[in-house]
């Protein structure tokens, strides 16, 4: 029987995963993944909106939030088959798949090896290329700070680069809940999922094999994955629609939820008719 609530826990492999599942019984699902290094309560604002419709999901990827990180060294491909392991366990034959940037990085991967177990895609502010050279460079210098200093002076870097110039000013009060959020995470689930992101393989050349609505979101001021990234998945992905998010920057469904809510509730009611 299906467990309905918030920060549930279920073992998947051997280990505890937090998830949040709510939603009507029996609903079209819909499994919502968090960015680096947040966790699902990023979501709180598209939870909200979309229960009343659909079954959400939204859970922890390993290390963050409630999530434990186990023993294996982290790898994308680890955290897709961390996802289709908890899809199992709960039962869920088929769902829309919702990812923010490292979500995106999953979800892509997600569908470009089970292209069967999703019915839609929504990438937000996310990328299909690898690291850079200079990328896994700075990644690598991130690591040993973090390692040096701990969390909060990689949070507080953070921030300045996450938000959108006008939410310094008008949105301070989720500046402090991401800020938060940020400060959960650990040192060794930091390290160990910036290395992750350094190996990870790009996702652009399978593109065009997309069969499934996508939906793809941007912040106009994303400086991390920036909307021209998000422009050359549009044009890989037949079909896929693009929407640009003002006033926000790389978390564009927290900075500029009304807008990011209004768009996500079109696309995936005009899925469910399908
Ligand atoms: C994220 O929000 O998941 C990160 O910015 C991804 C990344 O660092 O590539």
Redesign the pocket.
């Given at each position: 029987m299906r467990n309905k609530g918030t920060n549930l826990k279920i073992t998947v492999k051997n280990q505890t995963v937090s998830y949040s599942d709510e939603g009507p019984n029996g609903a079209p699902v819909i499994i919502l993944i968090h960015?680096?290094p947040f966790n699902k309560s990023m979501w709180n604002d598209q939870m909200e909106m979309l229960t009343e419709n659909f079954r959400v999901i939204a859970y922890d990827v390993r290390g963050f939030g409630n999530s434990e990180a186990g023993t294996s060294d982290f790898t994308v491909d680890l955290f897709v088959s961390d996802l289709l392991g908890l899809m199992d366990v709960l039962k869920i034959e088929k769902a829309m798949l919702c990812g923010?940037?490292?979500g995106g990085y999953i979800a892509l991967n997600a569908i470009e090896n089970y292209p069967k177990r999703f019915s839609a895609l929504i990438l937000c502010d996310t990328n299909c290329v690898a690291d850079t050279p200079e990328a896994v460079e700075k990644r690598m210098v991130t690591i040993e700070k973090i390692d040096k200093y701990g969390v909060e002076p990689f949070a507080n870097e953070s921030i300045k680069n996450l938000f959108a110039p006008i939410s310094f000013v008008t949105n301070q009060e989720k500046i402090a809940v991401v800020k938060e959020m940020i400060m959960k995470a650990t040192v060794p689930s930091l390290s160990a999922t910036l290395l992750a992101?350094t190996l990870r393989k790009e996702t652009c050349s399978k593109l065009a094999e997309i069969k499934v609505p996508v939906l793809i979101l941007v912040g106009e001021d994303d400086k991390?994955t920036p909307p021209v990234a998000a422009r050359q998945m549009h044009k890989n992905i037949k079909g896929s629609i693009l929407n640009v998010i003002e006033n926000a920057g790389?978390l564009s469904n927290i900075e500029n939820s009304y807008e990011f809510n209004i768009h996500l509730e079109k696309f995936v009611s005009s899925v469910r008719l399908k």
């Open positions: 960015g680096f923010l940037s490292m992101l991390i790389h």
